[in-house]
């Protein structure tokens, strides 16, 4: 997917995420529900798409959790683990964090994660 970004006009395969809202989030999920993760990381509803990428050429991770629980889901978009946190966001934000979550600039995907290893699930 190639994708031109406002602030820049540069063209990018990766996701652009505001760096304000790479944060991972916790949600509830249940088994019996299929999920839509955002993969352009344009939504309003981060993690979770809300058809933002429209015209992007991103698609949705469609998913259906295992068994309801509490995962900590991935907001930077860097993860190896789709839709889970793999801490990713930690490289991604780099540098001073004040200073980043103070304007609302686009952040800077990673090549490598910081690690790739599945993080557990919170009940």
Not at 64 to 83: G, H, I, R, V, Y
Request: aromatic share 6%; net charge positive.
């Amino acid at each position: 997917a190639v994708v031109s970004t406002q602030s820049t006009g540069q063209l990018s395969t990766r996701p652009q995420v505001e760096s304000n809202r790479i944060i991972p989030k916790p949600c509830k999920v249940e088994s019996t529900k299929t999920y839509k993760w955002c993969t352009c990381g344009q939504t309003q509803n981060q993690p979770f798409c809300d058809g933002a990428h429209k015209g992007s050429g991103f698609v949705p991770l469609k998913w259906k959790p295992e068994k309801s629980q509490t995962a900590l889901m991935c907001c930077c978009k860097n993860t190896l683990n789709p839709p889970f946190c793999d801490m990713s966001h930690v490289k991604v934000m780099g540098g001073n964090i004040a200073k980043r979550f103070m304007k609302a600039d686009i952040a800077k995907p990673i090549d490598v994660p910081v690690v790739s290893a599945r993080l557990p699930v919170y009940n």
